[in-house]
């Protein structure tokens, strides 16, 4: 059974930085592409990033580029977003998801499983 549980997520004030995790399991996870999308308010979920099977090609939505940086470890099955310089427009709902090939793409439908989400919320 393949899970994802995502953690790290909470409050800060705008500019200030959060580390959100996402810990996999039930499949290889290093045959697996991951990427993280967000879902704010009123709004449909969105692309923020995503990594392919060996870390060595990492993609970003371009409100994010320069701020975030996407990460793995193949060793502890969990992939990372280090978000820094925060702004209170990226307050969202923040999902793990796992594509079940090596190679990444921004598209939603192309991934195969998602976490159950953790919220970040920045204060201005």
């Known amino acids: 059974q393949v899970q994802l549980v995502e953690s790290g997520g909470g409050l800060v004030q705008a500019g200030g930085s959060l580390r959100l995790s996402c810990a996999a399991s039930?499949?290889?996870?290093?045959?697996?592409?991951m990427g993280w999308f967000r879902q704010a308010p009123g709004r449909e979920r969105e692309f923020v990033a995503s990594?392919?099977?060996?870390?060595?090609?990492?993609y970003y939505a371009d409100s994010v580029k320069g701020r975030f940086t996407i990460s793995r470890d193949n060793a502890k099955n969990t992939v990372y977003l280090q978000m820094n310089s925060l702004k209170p427009e990226d307050t969202a709902v923040y999902y793990c998801?796992?594509?079940?090939?090596?190679?990444?793409?921004?598209?939603?439908?192309?991934?195969?499983?998602w976490g159950q989400g953790t919220q970040v919320t920045v204060s201005s």
């Open positions: 998801a796992r594509k079940m090939a090596i190679w990444t793409t921004s598209q939603e439908t192309d991934y195969d499983y």
């Open positions: 039930g499949r290889t996870f290093s045959n697996d592409a």
């Open positions: 990594i392919n099977w060996s870390g060595g090609s990492t």
